[in-house]
């Protein structure tokens, strides 16, 4: 005799269900990824700056609305997942893409527009990246607004940033704490949870 038992269908059947459930949080992180690069293939080959159906600003307005339902989707998910951390963490990372994708896009659409918006002339790359010092608070001071609706544009990111992020996280973790305690006791101690 070596001392272990065999599983017993009870321990069977927790184990299948940790491991799909684990299964369903991969699956999870993985089709948040794959939106996240979409989005951003979106914003590298779409025709925004190319067309002038709609102005810059309107364009902005429409994303801060899709930003908003995304959200508001974000905490539905977490408040049904058996992973709410997990899921509010791809909630966010979701929520920030969505906020700097169409500042960025609006940038390189009024840059476009009027190359003397800012310092310099800038393309989808360079209207990414000074989106990304403006969110990190970096600011470089290699690229810069020049024109009044730029620097208006400009201070409404950086409103935004402080106000939505800091809203964003605070209700996801706050959805998130409490979809962990309706789990009750027996998820408390997973890693995932």
């Known amino acids: 005799?070596?001392?272990?038992?065999?599983?017993?269908?009870?321990?069977?059947?927790a184990a299948g269900e940790e491991s799909r459930r684990l299964g369903h949080a991969v699956l999870s992180a993985l089709s948040s990824v794959v939106v996240i690069a979409l989005l951003l293939a979106g914003y590298a080959f779409a025709?925004?700056?190319?067309?002038?159906?709609?102005?810059?600003?309107?364009?902005?307005?429409?994303?801060?609305?899709?930003l908003v339902v995304a959200v508001l989707w974000q905490i539905r998910a977490v408040l049904r997942s058996s992973?709410?951390?997990l899921r509010a963490v791809e909630g966010a990372a979701l929520s920030v893409t969505l906020l700097l994708v169409p500042f960025a896009a609006?940038?390189?659409?009024?840059s476009t527009g009027n190359p003397a918006t800012f310092?310099?002339?800038?393309?989808?790359?360079d209207a990414f990246y000074f989106t990304m010092t403006v969110f990190s608070t970096?600011?470089?001071?290699?690229?810069?607004?020049?024109?009044?609706?730029?620097?208006?544009?400009?201070?409404?990111q950086m409103l935004a940033d402080l106000v939505l992020i800091g809203t964003?996280?605070?209700?996801?973790?706050?959805?998130a704490q409490r979809r962990r305690e309706s789990l009750g006791p027996r998820r408390r101690g997973t890693i995932a949870g």
């Open 138 to 156: 970096v600011g470089f001071g290699d690229i810069a607004p020049v024109t009044e609706p730029a620097r208006i544009l400009v201070t409404v």
């Open 47 to 66: 025709p925004f700056d190319r067309t002038r159906s709609l102005p810059a600003v309107a364009q902005l307005l429409v994303w801060l609305i899709v």
């Open 83 to 85: 992973h709410p951390w």
């Open 168 to 175: 964003i996280v605070k209700v996801l973790v706050g959805v």
């Open 106 to 110: 609006t940038y390189a659409t009024l």
């Open 1 to 13: 005799m070596t001392g272990v038992r065999p599983a017993s269908p009870t321990t069977r059947a």
């Open 119 to 125: 310092t310099q002339p800038l393309s989808r790359i």
